[in-house]
């Protein structure tokens, strides 16, 4: 898995949107 940026596990919607943005742009 690609981390370029810190996601807070907190499981918030846009923690989520933040993943997704971040597997679609790697």
């Known amino acids: 898995m690609f ?3 810190l996601i807070p596990t ?3 919607p ?3 949107i933040a993943i997704d ?3 679609a742009l790697a």
Do not use: P, T, V
Request: glycine share 16%; no cysteine; hydrophobic share 35%.
């Open 14 to 16: 846009l923690a989520q």
């Open 10 to 12: 907190d499981g918030s």
């Open 21 to 23: 943005q971040g597997f």
């Open 3 to 5: 981390k370029h940026i």
